[in-house]
C-alpha cells in the first residue's frame, strides 16, 4: 500500500497539469523518429484515433494522466510512448523513459519494446543494440510476437558506429525470427518462409517455406503471396494464377502482377 501511495505521488509530480503543444514544424530528427514505438494494445487503434481527430489534446491527456495516478499500466505506457515521439505535444524523451519503465514493471510487454525503440533509435539516450535487444526480449517474454521481429531485424543490422559493441549474427536472426513465427507473428512467418525458400543462412526447404509463406498471406502479408506466385510461376500456372489474385487482394503493386498478366498459360 506504501509502494502505491509513494508511485502516486511520484506521479503527482512529474506529471504536469497540462501539456505544451508539439512544435507547428518538426526538425528533420524529428520527422525521421517521429512514429517510433506503439500505444498498448488495448485500445491503441482507438488512441491515435483520437489523438487524430483531437483539435486540442488537453482533455485526453487529462484522461489518461488520471488513468496514470491510479497506476494502470496502459495509460503510463501511453503516455511514455506519446512523450518519446512528440508527435501530439512537445516530446520529452526523459519523461517518457520514466513512464515507460514503471509500466514495464508492471508487466507491459508493450512499455518493454518501447524502451527497446527508445535504445534503438537514440530518443533521449545513447542509441544502444544491446540495450534495445534486452528490452526487445523482455517483451518477447511477455507474450509479444512482434519484439521477435525486431530482434530479428536487429541481429541482422550492421553498426557503423565504431564505439558501439554489436555484432551481426544472422543464425541468431533466424532464430527470433522462428520464435516469433510459431507464436503466430505475421512478419516473422515471412522472414521464415523467405529464408527457408532461398537457403539463406539456413538449408533450404521447400515444403517449411512453402508452410510458412501460406500462413504469412493469409495473414495479409502481400509479401508472402508474391513469393508464392514466383515460386509457382514456372512448374505450376494455376497455383501462380491462385498466389497473384491474392496479392492483388492484399494491395499487390508489383511490376507484373496484373490481372492481365499473361505470362502464366491456362
Known amino acids: 500500500m506504501a509502494t502505491a501511495s509513494n508511485i502516486h505521488s511520484l506521479l503527482e509530480r512529474v506529471l504536469p497539469l497540462a501539456v505544451s503543444p508539439a512544435p507547428a514544424r518538426f526538425g528533420r530528427r524529428q520527422r525521421l523518429f517521429n512514429g517510433v514505438g506503439l500505444p498498448s494494445s488495448d485500445g491503441g487503434t482507438t488512441l491515435i484515433e483520437r489523438l487524430e481527430l483531437a483539435e486540442h489534446p488537453h482533455a485526453l491527456y487529462?484522461?489518461?494522466?488520471?488513468?496514470?495516478?491510479?497506476?494502470?499500466?496502459?495509460?503510463?505506457?501511453?503516455?511514455?510512448?506519446?512523450?518519446?515521439?512528440?508527435?501530439?505535444?512537445?516530446?520529452?524523451?526523459?519523461?517518457?523513459?520514466?513512464?515507460?519503465?514503471?509500466?514495464?514493471?508492471?508487466?507491459?510487454?508493450?512499455?518493454w519494446y518501447n524502451l527497446g525503440q527508445q535504445y534503438y533509435f537514440g530518443k533521449g539516450v545513447e542509441i544502444s543494440y544491446a540495450s534495445a535487444a534486452g528490452?526487445?526480449?523482455q517483451a518477447f517474454e511477455r507474450g509479444m510476437g512482434h519484439a521477435a521481429a525486431a530482434l530479428?531485424?536487429?541481429?541482422?543490422?550492421?553498426?557503423?558506429?565504431?564505439?558501439?559493441?554489436?555484432?551481426?549474427?544472422?543464425?541468431?536472426?533466424?532464430q527470433w525470427f522462428l520464435r516469433g513465427a510459431e507464436q503466430g507473428?505475421?512478419?516473422?512467418?515471412?522472414?521464415?518462409?523467405?529464408?527457408?525458400?532461398?537457403g539463406l543462412h539456413i538449408e533450404a526447404d521447400a515444403r517449411g517455406a512453402?508452410?510458412?509463406?501460406?500462413?504469412?498471406?493469409?495473414?495479409?502479408?502481400?509479401q508472402a503471396a508474391e513469393e508464392l506466385e514466383l515460386h509457382f510461376r514456372q512448374h505450376h500456372a494455376a497455383r501462380a494464377r491462385h498466389w497473384r489474385e491474392h496479392a492483388l487482394e492484399l494491395g499487390s503493386d508489383h511490376p507484373g502482377r496484373t490481372r492481365n498478366d499473361d505470362q502464366l498459360s491456362s
Do not use: K
Open 135 to 137: 528490452y526487445y526480449r
Open 210 to 222: 512453402l508452410h510458412w509463406l501460406e500462413l504469412a498471406s493469409a495473414a495479409g502479408v502481400v
Open 62 to 111: 487529462a484522461e489518461l494522466r488520471l488513468r496514470a495516478l491510479q497506476g494502470q499500466p496502459a495509460a503510463l505506457n501511453d503516455l511514455g510512448w506519446i512523450w518519446l515521439n512528440g508527435r501530439y505535444w512537445r516530446a520529452d524523451p526523459l519523461l517518457a523513459g520514466h513512464l515507460l519503465r514503471m509500466a514495464a514493471q508492471q508487466g507491459s510487454a508493450t512499455a
Open 185 to 198: 507473428e505475421a512478419r516473422c512467418r515471412f522472414e521464415v518462409g523467405y529464408r527457408l525458400l532461398y
Open 152 to 174: 530479428g531485424d536487429l541481429y541482422e543490422e550492421e553498426v557503423c558506429d565504431g564505439e558501439q559493441e554489436w555484432n551481426v549474427d544472422s543464425q541468431l536472426a533466424y
